[in-house]
């Protein structure tokens, strides 16, 4: 069995305008619209992640900040 191939993962920066190169990855959900398994990931580059992070953050959807290189097939 050929296991299908992986999504790649947009390793540009989720800001608007931005062309930087992600360095972390902001994940977060919005209980509203999204089931508890269900996790959407901003990549960021070292100048947005703070401004990407509070947004969800301030909004409680934040779940937490890691290293792109940690994303898993299950993150986006
Ligand atoms: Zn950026």
Known sequence: ???SELTPIDLRCS???CRALATDAVRWRNPKIHT???????????EHRDHLSSFVDIRGFLIDV???AELSDSDG
């Open 66 to 68: 890691i290293p792109v």
């Open 15 to 17: 800001a608007k305008g």
């Open 36 to 46: 508890a398994t269900r996790r959407k990931v901003w990549t960021a580059c070292p």
């Open 1 to 3: 069995m050929i296991s």
